[in-house]
């Protein structure tokens, strides 16, 4: 085969590229991207979920001219990001409560449609706390009336904030401050939790997508499709938790590519409840390479460790592979 | 214009000529027949432009609400009871942030056992959330106080809970004088929100605040309430003086003049308790009424103005601190700090138990006597109360008391009493 | 906007707090020694020039690649690219073709007649190279561009010296070597063409030479003892592939057999093939394995039809007839008689046993070590014994190839110049090695490599036509832009994007980044996120 | 201050036969208050609405505890429910009946009122005559306006047109008129059997 001139270095996997056409390169790569949560802000070191929202929010303060407002629910991200005298947020932004950041979201939405300004986009953003326990029934109520937001949950699988105690989006097996690393099949339970994202997808919405920080072209793509559309939209992104997960700080980004590529957390597209993309495997790795550099998980290892519950773990990546068709045909 | 309608409908078009722009419903009982009147208002197009949003629920209504306000838009919902403690996380954070949404409370119990009827403990409940809290006596003054309440919570961006009683208000067909729009407009300018989210302009509400500064937020809380003393009767003489009305104020006395004895409450029932004490005076009985307009701020010291002349004061309420008594009693005790004179409170018409003017002379009667109960519980079944309290002492556990009391009553479909 | 106190804040107003006293760690940027660049005997700066050639910018990658070695065509052709077997990108998919990229950067340059520039200024120095073969040439462009006269003596009758004699055609076509020697006579080198330089101290005083770098190449076959007929037909393999460049080629019959193992041996087997003989047989005494020819070259001979009899010496020369004993490896390795014969028909016999250096130029200057066959020199500053007097490439002990050859020169020309100036270079710190743990392969896109297109069979028994073509410009590219920049930043933007702090400032375009340390919490995403490795975590000093 | 209690069950149209009477008296210049008698009754059940007419404005709010006018509009409530209670001696007793008092078995509880302010009507049959649904709040009201004359019928024709609108209004209208007649004539005919 003869190669595409096109070709370069490191395609999108790189933030930028020298080699690329400017409007090619992510919204991270300009030097003047927005900054939307600025430096200074209390996150933890190597904080994922800092991360996603400056990623998210920036990408879409482009795709609307930085006519954009943000509602943000109770968390780590809103207590880091705005602890008074000082805030980092660079954009009209409110806080109101845990559970509501869906229902400011439309009242913003609301307010901006009456007042014939709707040029100006709303995001509501949450961590999984927030989103798939306390916020969820304001969340599909926004769904269910498709109200013009884009929600964005920072999914760390976690309450960190509190003291990492589990969420309805722990993962299996995962060691939280109230799923403890002991009994016969300790952390928390397998085959509960909620798969936020599939649940969106059943409120038919015009636009469902998952994402992690490891992908920032994906994530910023996402963000730029939701933008174009009207409606409600939902955007899952996984942000590792160096503090909750037990990690370390500089391995944020390679854990979240390591939750793609094992299959872990399948990435992909829905519109109107139909998956319509998926962003397929490059490098499948086995779920051992995910889980072992976590301690949330280290109690799975070792002697005598459960081999039995990592065959389980591995069995549900499999499982995302095989539904989402997250290989090549050829590989799979 | 004059009319004959429902109380519901009364205050529904009330806040239709405030040009609410966001209106949040979610049905319960009995503040529905409101929202559904703005609702047909907004379909209709009578009322426009204006976002009518069916949330999920109470929570959820206020929330949308918040994100209306702070966003610049004139924003507006109603509940009661259940729906009122449902989003009592959100009814805080409105005015913590400063948010001055209107909100209508159809005065009804809260349960368990759950019931429907009219009494006051959901605004009660929400004494200390911040909110001013307006009283109606009767629909006409429901509907003033609605359109008082967005001009007075917009100045001093505040959130404002207009309480009427459920039932008894909102489902009297009575005739009420409904302005035009020209005089609501020229009494209520459009909202300028204090903070905005706007990209222009771009800022952080909602803040975490910590020791630091959060007892200078509180503070800041009082003060706008103390200026709201100040401003609510300010508003309702204006309000007097462009429509020939008296509604509204801080409170409203009713033959106190050189009474005796003084009678304290909020809401509907000062009509029957005017009624009663018309009859007292014509039997010559030196007794007066004292109507509490704004329970929050509570205006202490027009309270104490209003009964330091007189020689004994019966708080009447329709609500309730379990273990200790009244709820309004305690504030009216304390606007009487100093004084001696009788102080009695009576709890009446919890869960809708009905308040006649038969019962109220009796109790009266006694007050004016002086032998009346400090605590006094008005109409209160004494046989059954009884029978429970005798069972209690036998067995430590003897079952679910409503349950219990239910079969005491026996069967008493809508047998009228 | 008369805002509520404390709940309502000004945007970014965090930037008073200053996070960078979290760290315990700070991330720098360092560069590190890429290994190919580490491992070319020519002191090639090959990332550099591929970072070039990877925009598609040839020019400027042709002209950073000939700083240091000014035969890009040649070396894309001869060169034994030792860089390519170190480069990293082996241990993701295959290593980057180093080699056919430098040949493409040669013959666009050939093609578009880039010259190279003439010294800024002259130094009034006079220096004497004797040998224009690559290492004599070489030093003689690098003298050039210092600001020297040059003058090249070559005993033989053109450039090029063993790159002309002891290469065949096929592997480097005549213009493409006549191009790249002009090219620098065209800088002011002049060159004197069979003018043997018979004693080098005459030759000094009588040039009024400054300084001189020898380099003469070894044309003097090794003879080994053979018992032989009169009419037994042998030759030497330097003699053979000589009288190539001549008018009448060599006679070498219709059975040819070549006595020896090196590259040599093959280029006249391959040659005899060429030249119509129906059988080509080497004779090695030792196994494949232990051949000293490159591997790929044994692979191309015996795809052209050579034969090869492996454990075999020659005992005795006869008519048409040749005797060979087989040989049996010892436990150490070496080949030992077995005391069984055989004989093997050929018309004629070709010695390729190795090459010495004529060093009679050399009688009579004083201070020079000679030993075993070459001249001793300073290793790190290629001088000999003797003040003034210089020598790389065949004459001196190293390893012989044209790569080794060029880099002689390089190094000889940068010393004499500072002996010239009365200076000395002194040798800067290497950086530490760029090695693969150091990288993050994930973020390179899959690249297979581009292989270059080989004639085919028929033609290359028949014809001296090249055996290997060029890459076209597409997958040039396309093979430079498979270069993993190891170890130096190429500016990829990932730590400007990753840093959860916004602590990382860009620069613009060629001029990478810097930390903000106000920000910085040192949590190393950065570093681990850096695909080339050219990030590294240091502890804060607390 | 009048008075009037309506009994009837969940469906029937209690609590609109009180909205319409208020309004009725509205249309008159007075002042009136229509209530139910609060409660979550489902269909079947039986349900209770009030309203009090008066000259001046009305601040009593307790329940209808001594009736003035007594409106029922399903008879078989008559032995579950003391509708009675409360009602004044000189009180009105409209009961949605083909039958008389006797034949309801109410005749011992007729003697203890006047004669000439009790009167049963066939509410239901007029209602499915005109409406072709057997709601006999509005017929009633006609009825009361016969028999009290405390209302015009014009004023009940009003308020049924403020409730309801187009050929609904329109029926029921034709049936409280219907109603209003068939009072009128019963109340003739009771007159002749008193002269007697």
């Given at each position: 085969?003869?190669?595409?001139?096109?070709?370069?270095?490191t395609?999108?996997?790189t933030?930028?590229n020298?080699?690329?056409?400017?409007?090619?390169r992510?919204?991270?790569?300009?030097?003047?991207r927005?900054?939307?949560?600025?430096s200074?802000?209390?996150?933890?070191?190597?904080?994922?979920e800092?991360?996603?929202?400056?990623?998210?929010?920036?990408?879409?303060?482009?795709?609307t001219?930085?006519?954009?407002?943000?509602?943000?629910?109770?968390?780590?991200?809103?207590?880091?990001?705005?602890?008074?005298?000082?805030?980092?947020?660079?954009?009209?932004?409110?806080?109101?409560?845990?559970?509501?950041?869906?229902?400011?979201?439309?009242?913003?939405?609301?307010?901006?449609?009456?007042?014939?300004?709707?040029?100006v986009?709303?995001?509501?953003?949450?961590?999984?706390?927030?989103?798939?326990?306390?916020?969820?029934?304001?969340?599909?109520?926004?769904?269910?009336?498709?109200?013009?937001?884009?929600?964005?949950?920072?999914?760390n699988?976690?309450?960190?904030?509190?003291?990492?105690?589990?969420?309805?989006a722990?993962?299996p097996a995962?060691?939280?401050?109230?799923?403890?690393?002991?009994g016969?099949?300790?952390?928390?339970?397998?085959?509960?939790?909620?798969?936020?994202?599939?649940?969106?997808?059943?409120?038919?919405?015009?636009?469902?997508?998952?994402?992690?920080?490891?992908?920032?072209?994906?994530?910023?793509?996402?963000?730029?499709?939701?933008?174009?559309?009207?409606?409600?939209?939902?955007?899952?992104?996984?942000?590792?938790?160096?503090?909750?997960?037990?990690?370390?700080?500089?391995?944020?980004i390679?854990?979240?590519?390591?939750?793609?590529?094992?299959?872990?957390?399948?990435?992909?597209?829905a519109?109107?409840?139909?998956?319509t993309?998926?962003?397929?495997?490059?490098?499948?790795?086995p779920?051992?390479?995910?889980?072992?550099?976590?301690?949330?998980?280290?109690?799975?290892?070792?002697?005598?460790?459960?081999?039995?519950?990592?065959?389980?773990?591995?069995?549900?990546?499999?499982?995302?592979?095989?539904?989402?068709?997250?290989?090549?045909?050829?590989?799979? | 214009?004059?009319?004959?309608?429902?109380?519901?409908?009364a205050?529904?078009?009330?806040?239709?000529?405030?040009?609410?722009?966001?209106?949040?419903?979610?049905p319960?009982?009995?503040?529905?027949?409101?929202?559904?009147g703005?609702?047909?208002?907004?379909?209709?197009?009578?009322?426009?432009?204006?976002?009518?949003?069916?949330?999920?629920?109470?929570?959820?209504?206020?929330?949308?609400?918040?994100?209306?306000?702070?966003?610049?838009?004139?924003?507006?919902?109603?509940?009661?009871?259940?729906?009122?403690?449902?989003?009592?996380?959100?009814?805080?954070?409105?005015?913590?942030?400063?948010?001055p949404?209107?909100?209508?409370?159809?005065?009804?119990?809260?349960?368990?056992p759950?019931?429907?009827?009219?009494?006051?403990?959901?605004?009660?409940?929400q004494?200390?959330?911040?909110?001013?809290?307006l009283?109606?006596?009767s629909?006409?003054?429901?509907?003033?106080?609605?359109?008082?309440?967005?001009?007075?919570?917009?100045?001093?961006?505040?959130?404002?809970?207009?309480?009427?009683?459920?039932?008894?208000?909102?489902?009297?067909y009575?005739r009420?004088?409904?302005?035009?729009?020209?005089?609501?407009?020229?009494?209520?300018?459009?909202?300028?929100?204090?903070?905005?989210?706007?990209?222009a302009?771009?800022?952080?509400?909602?803040?975490?605040?910590?020791?630091?500064?959060?007892?200078?937020?509180r503070y800041?809380?009082?003060?706008?309430?103390?200026?709201?003393?100040?401003?609510?009767?300010?508003?309702?003489?204006e309000?007097?003086?462009?429509?020939?009305?008296?509604?509204?104020?801080?409170?409203?006395?009713?033959?106190?003049?050189?009474a005796?004895?003084?009678?304290?409450a909020?809401?509907?029932?000062?009509?029957?308790?005017?009624?009663?004490?018309?009859?007292?005076?014509?039997?010559?009985?030196?007794?007066?009424?004292?109507?509490?307009?704004?329970?929050?701020?509570?205006?202490?010291?027009?309270?104490?103005?209003?009964?330091?002349?007189?020689?004994?004061?019966?708080?009447?309420?329709?609500?309730?601190?379990?273990?200790?008594?009244?709820?309004?009693?305690?504030d009216?005790?304390?606007?009487?700090?100093?004084?001696?004179l009788?102080?009695?409170?009576?709890?009446?018409?919890?869960?809708?138990r009905?308040?006649?003017?038969?019962?109220?002379a009796?109790?009266?009667?006694?007050?004016?006597?002086?032998?009346?109960?400090?605590?006094?519980?008005?109409?209160?079944?004494?046989?059954?109360?009884?029978?429970?309290?005798?069972?209690e002492?036998?067995?430590?556990r003897?079952?679910?008391?409503?349950?219990?009391?239910?079969?005491?009553?026996?069967?008493?479909?809508?047998?009228v009493? | 906007?008369?805002r509520?106190?404390?709940?309502?804040?000004?945007?970014?107003?965090?930037?008073?707090?200053?996070?960078?006293?979290?760290?315990?760690?700070?991330?720098?940027?360092?560069?590190?020694?890429?290994?190919c660049?580490a491992?070319?005997?020519?002191?090639?700066?090959?990332?550099?020039?591929?970072?070039?050639a990877e925009?598609?910018?040839?020019?400027?990658?042709?002209?950073?690649?000939?700083?240091?070695?000014?035969?890009?065509?040649?070396?894309?052709?001869?060169?034994?690219?030792?860089?390519?077997?170190?480069c990293?990108?082996a241990?993701?998919?295959?290593?980057?073709?180093?080699?056919?990229?430098?040949r493409?950067?040669g013959?666009?340059a050939?093609?578009?007649?880039?010259?190279f520039?003439?010294?800024?200024?002259?130094?009034?120095?006079?220096?004497?190279?004797?040998?224009?073969?690559?290492?004599?040439?070489?030093?003689?462009?690098?003298l050039?561009?210092?600001?020297?006269?040059?003058?090249?003596?070559?005993?033989?009758p053109?450039?090029?010296?063993?790159?002309?004699?002891?290469?065949?055609?096929?592997?480097?076509?005549?213009?493409?070597?006549?191009?790249?020697?002009?090219?620098?006579v065209?800088?002011?080198?002049?060159?004197?063409?069979?003018?043997?330089?018979?004693?080098?101290?005459?030759?000094?005083?009588?040039?009024?030479?400054?300084?001189?770098?020898?380099?003469?190449?070894?044309?003097?076959?090794?003879?080994?003892?053979?018992?032989?007929?009169?009419?037994?037909?042998?030759?030497?393999?330097?003699?053979?592939?000589?009288?190539?460049?001549?008018?009448?080629?060599?006679?070498?019959?219709?059975?040819?057999?070549?006595?020896?193992g090196?590259?040599?041996?093959?280029?006249?087997?391959?040659?005899?093939?060429?030249?119509?003989?129906?059988?080509?047989?080497?004779?090695?005494?030792?196994?494949?394995?232990?051949?000293?020819?490159h591997?790929?070259e044994?692979?191309?001979?015996?795809?052209?039809?050579?034969?090869?009899?492996?454990?075999?010496?020659i005992k005795?020369?006869?008519?048409?007839?040749?005797?060979?004993?087989?040989?049996?490896?010892d436990?150490s390795g070496?080949?030992?008689?077995?005391?069984e014969?055989?004989?093997?028909?050929?018309?004629?016999?070709?010695?390729?046993l190795?090459?010495?250096v004529?060093?009679?130029?050399?009688?009579?200057?004083?201070?020079?070590?000679l030993?075993?066959?070459?001249?001793?020199?300073?290793?790190?500053?290629?001088?000999?014994?003797?003040?003034?007097?210089?020598?790389?490439?065949?004459?001196?002990?190293?390893?012989?190839?044209?790569t080794?050859?060029?880099?002689?020169?390089?190094?000889?020309?940068?010393?004499?110049?500072?002996?010239?100036?009365?200076?000395?270079?002194?040798?800067?710190?290497?950086?530490?090695?760029?090695?693969?743990?150091?990288?993050?392969?994930?973020?390179?896109?899959?690249a297979?490599k581009?292989?270059?297109?080989?004639?085919e069979?028929?033609?290359?028994?028949?014809?001296?036509?090249?055996?290997?073509?060029?890459?076209?410009?597409?997958?040039a590219?396309?093979?430079?832009?498979?270069?993993?920049?190891?170890g130096?930043?190429?500016?990829?933007?990932?730590?400007?994007?990753v840093?959860?702090?916004?602590?990382?400032?860009?620069?613009?375009?060629?001029k990478?980044?810097?930390?903000?340390?106000?920000?910085?919490?040192?949590?190393?995403?950065?570093?681990?996120?850096?695909?080339?490795?050219?990030?590294e975590?240091?502890?804060e000093?607390v | 201050?009048?008075?009037?209690?309506i009994?009837?069950?969940?469906?029937?149209?209690?609590?609109?036969?009180?909205?319409?009477?208020?309004?009725?008296?509205?249309?008159?210049?007075?002042?009136?208050?229509?209530?139910?008698?609060?409660?979550?009754?489902?269909?079947?059940?039986?349900?209770?609405?009030?309203c009090?007419?008066?000259d001046r404005e009305?601040?009593?709010?307790?329940p209808?505890?001594?009736?003035?006018?007594?409106?029922?509009?399903?008879?078989?409530?008559?032995?579950q429910?003391?509708?009675?209670?409360?009602?004044r001696?000189?009180?009105?007793?409209?009961?949605?009946?083909?039958?008389s008092?006797d034949?309801?078995?109410?005749?011992?509880?007729?003697?203890?009122?006047r004669?000439?302010?009790?009167?049963?009507v066939?509410?239901?049959e007029?209602?499915?005559?005109?409406?072709?649904?057997?709601?006999?709040?509005?017929?009633?009201?006609?009825?009361?306006?016969a028999?009290?004359?405390?209302?015009?019928?014009?004023?009940?024709?009003?308020?049924?047109?403020?409730?309801?609108?187009?050929?609904?209004?329109?029926?029921?209208?034709?049936?409280?008129?219907?109603a209003?007649?068939?009072?009128?004539?019963?109340?003739?005919?009771?007159?002749?059997?008193?002269?007697?």
């Open positions: 085969m003869n190669a595409p001139i096109k070709f370069y270095q395609g999108t996997f933030v930028g020298r080699l690329l056409a400017p409007e090619q992510s919204v991270q790569a300009s030097p003047e927005s900054n939307s949560l600025n200074g802000h209390r996150a933890c070191q190597g904080c994922g800092a991360l996603g929202a400056r990623y998210a929010i920036d990408a879409a303060m482009r795709a001219g930085n006519r954009l407002i943000a509602c943000n629910a109770t968390g780590c991200l809103e207590v880091f990001s705005t602890p008074y005298p000082e805030t980092s947020w660079q954009l009209p932004w409110i806080h109101s409560l845990f559970g509501n950041a869906a229902a400011v979201g439309t009242g913003i939405a609301a307010a901006l449609k009456v007042k014939g300004r709707e040029q986009r709303v995001i509501a953003q949450g961590g999984d706390g927030g989103t798939t326990d306390i916020g969820l029934g304001c969340l599909s109520g926004m769904f269910e009336r498709n109200d013009d937001v884009l929600y964005i949950c920072y999914d699988e976690a309450y960190m904030n509190t003291g990492v105690q589990r969420s309805s722990t993962p995962a060691r939280t401050a109230t799923t403890m690393a002991v016969p099949r300790p952390g928390a339970s397998f085959g509960q939790g909620k798969n936020l994202p599939l649940i969106a997808m059943a409120h038919r919405i015009p636009y469902v997508a998952t994402a992690t920080v490891a992908d920032l072209h994906d994530l910023e793509a996402k963000v730029e499709k939701a933008m174009g559309l009207r409606g409600a939209r939902y955007l899952h992104v996984l942000v590792p938790c160096p503090l909750g997960w037990g990690s370390a700080s500089h391995d944020t390679r854990l979240a590519r390591l939750a793609r590529e094992t299959g872990i957390f399948p990435v992909f597209e519109v109107h409840g139909e998956v993309a998926v962003t397929r495997i490059r490098r499948r790795v779920v051992m390479e995910y889980l072992k550099p976590q301690r949330r998980f280290a109690h799975l290892f070792g002697s005598p460790g459960h081999p039995e519950m990592l065959a389980m773990i591995q069995a549900e990546a499999d499982r995302n592979i095989r539904r989402f068709r997250l290989l090549e045909a050829s590989e799979a | 214009m004059l009319k004959q309608i429902e109380g519901s409908h205050v529904a078009e009330a806040v239709a000529l405030c040009r609410p722009e966001v209106i949040c419903a979610y319960i009982s009995p503040q529905t027949h409101i929202v559904e703005l609702g047909e208002l907004v379909k209709s197009g009578a009322l426009s432009p204006c976002e009518f949003i069916n949330v999920e629920s109470e929570f959820a209504a206020m929330s949308v609400a918040i994100g209306a306000s702070a966003a610049g838009a004139r924003a507006y919902t109603a509940t009661a009871s259940q729906g009122l403690l449902f989003m009592a996380e959100a009814v805080y954070n409105a005015s913590g942030l400063g948010l949404v209107v909100m209508t409370v159809a005065n009804r119990a809260i349960g368990a759950i019931n429907i009827w009219n009494d006051h403990s959901d605004s009660m409940s004494r200390d959330s911040g909110w001013l809290q009283f109606a006596e629909n006409q003054e429901a509907l003033d106080l609605h359109i008082q309440a967005f001009k007075l919570g917009e100045e001093l961006s505040m959130p404002v809970m207009v309480c009427m009683d459920g039932f008894i208000l909102t489902h009297a009575e009420v004088d409904v302005p035009a729009q020209a005089e609501v407009d020229a009494f209520l300018p459009p909202y300028e929100p204090r903070q905005l989210l706007d990209p302009e771009p800022v952080s509400i909602g803040a975490m605040v910590g020791p630091e500064a959060f007892m200078e937020v800041l809380a009082h003060a706008k309430q103390t200026m709201a003393l100040e401003r609510i009767p300010q508003i309702a003489a309000f007097a003086q462009r429509f020939g009305r008296a509604s509204g104020g801080l409170v409203r006395a009713y033959r106190c003049e050189d005796e004895t003084i009678v304290v909020l809401g509907s029932v000062l009509g029957t308790l005017k009624d009663t004490v018309d009859e007292m005076r014509t039997a010559g009985v030196s007794i007066g009424v004292l109507g509490i307009q704004s329970f929050r701020p509570f205006p202490l010291a027009a309270v104490r103005a209003a009964l330091q002349g007189a020689r004994r004061v019966v708080v009447l309420e329709k609500s309730f601190s379990v273990g200790l008594g009244g709820v309004v009693s305690t009216v005790r304390l606007a009487l700090s100093g004084l001696t009788h102080g009695y409170t009576v709890i009446a018409g919890l869960g809708g009905a308040i006649t003017k038969a019962s109220l009796r109790m009266l009667a006694e007050a004016v006597a002086d032998t009346l109960q400090p605590l006094t519980f008005m109409d209160l079944d004494w046989r059954i109360v009884g029978r429970q309290l005798e069972r002492a036998a067995t430590r003897s079952g679910p008391i409503a349950e219990n009391l239910l079969r005491d009553v026996g069967a008493v479909a809508s047998k009493r | 906007m008369d509520p106190f404390a709940i309502t804040l000004d945007p970014g107003s965090s930037l008073a707090n200053k996070t960078g006293s979290w760290r315990t760690e700070r991330p720098v940027y360092v560069d590190r020694l890429p290994p660049n491992e070319c005997p020519a002191g090639e700066d090959i990332q550099g020039w591929l970072f070039h925009s598609g910018d040839y020019e400027s990658a042709w002209r950073h690649l000939t700083r240091d070695n000014p035969f890009p065509a040649i070396m894309g052709r001869v060169c034994y690219h030792s860089c390519e077997s170190v990293n990108r241990r993701v998919d295959d290593a980057v073709g180093i080699n056919s990229v430098e493409f950067l013959d666009e050939l093609k578009r007649g880039w010259q520039e003439p010294p800024a200024c002259e130094s009034g120095k006079r220096v004497l190279v004797v040998g224009a073969g690559p290492s004599g040439m070489s030093a003689a462009y690098h050039r561009r210092l600001g020297h006269r040059v003058t090249v003596r070559e005993a033989g053109m450039t090029g010296g063993m790159m002309r004699f002891g290469i065949p055609k096929y592997r480097l076509p005549r213009e493409v070597l006549e191009a790249e020697m002009q090219r620098i065209a800088m002011g080198v002049t060159v004197e063409v069979g003018a043997k330089v018979g004693c080098i101290a005459d030759a000094m005083r009588a040039g009024a030479f400054d300084a001189t770098f020898l380099a003469v190449g070894a044309h003097i076959a090794k003879r080994a003892f053979i018992p032989a007929k009169d009419s037994s037909r042998i030759l030497d393999a330097v003699a053979v592939l000589r009288s190539m460049e001549g008018a009448d080629k060599p006679m070498l019959g219709r059975r040819v057999v070549v006595y020896g090196g590259n040599t041996a093959l280029d006249v087997a391959r040659t005899a093939r060429r030249l119509g003989a129906t059988e080509a047989i080497i004779v090695y005494r030792r196994t494949r394995e232990r051949m000293p020819a591997d790929f044994v692979e191309e001979a015996l795809q052209e039809g050579v034969m090869v009899k492996w454990l075999s010496t005795q020369a006869g008519e048409r007839a040749l005797t060979i004993e087989r040989m049996k490896l436990a070496n080949p030992q008689p077995t005391g014969f055989e004989t093997l028909e050929a018309d004629s016999l070709v010695l390729a190795g090459q010495d004529d060093l009679s130029l050399l009688e009579g200057v004083p201070g020079l070590e030993r075993d066959g070459v001249v001793q020199v300073d290793p790190a500053t290629m001088m000999t014994g003797h003040p003034g007097l210089f020598a790389g490439g065949d004459m001196v002990p190293a390893e012989r190839n044209v080794v050859a060029v880099g002689h020169g390089k190094k000889a020309a940068r010393h004499i110049d500072a002996w010239l100036r009365g200076t000395r270079v002194d040798a800067q710190a290497k950086h530490a090695k760029a090695t693969f743990e150091r990288l993050n392969p994930w973020y390179y896109s899959d297979p581009r292989v270059r297109p080989q004639l069979i028929a033609r290359r028994t028949s014809s001296f036509d090249e055996v290997q073509g060029g890459l076209t410009e597409d997958n590219l396309f093979e430079a832009r498979r270069c993993l920049s190891c130096n930043c190429f500016e990829c933007d990932n730590c400007y994007g840093c959860p702090d916004n602590a990382v400032i860009k620069l613009g375009p060629g990478r980044f810097a930390f903000n340390y106000d920000y910085c919490k040192g949590c190393g995403i950065c570093a681990a996120e850096c695909p080339c490795g050219a990030i975590m240091v502890p000093s | 201050m009048l008075q009037v209690r009994h009837g069950r969940g469906g029937q149209g209690v609590v609109t036969a009180a909205e319409m009477l208020s309004v009725a008296a509205f249309e008159q210049g007075r002042h009136a208050q229509a209530f139910p008698s609060f409660g979550s009754e489902r269909t079947g059940a039986p349900v209770v609405a009030f009090r007419i008066d009305i601040r009593l709010r307790e209808i505890v001594a009736p003035d006018v007594l409106i029922v509009q399903d008879p078989t409530l008559l032995h429910v003391d509708v009675f209670q409360g009602l001696p000189d009180g009105y007793v409209l009961i949605n009946s083909k039958r008092f034949e309801l078995g109410l005749g011992d509880i007729a003697q203890r009122f004669r000439d302010r009790l009167i049963t066939p509410a239901t007029i209602a499915l005559k005109h409406l072709g649904r057997p709601l006999p709040n509005a017929v009633l009201l006609g009825g009361f306006a028999l009290s004359g405390l209302i015009t019928l014009d004023a009940v024709a009003h308020a049924i047109r403020d409730k309801f609108a187009g050929r609904v209004a329109e029926n029921n209208v034709a049936a409280a008129t219907e209003f007649d068939y009072v009128k004539r019963c109340l003739q005919g009771l007159a002749h059997a008193q002269t007697d």
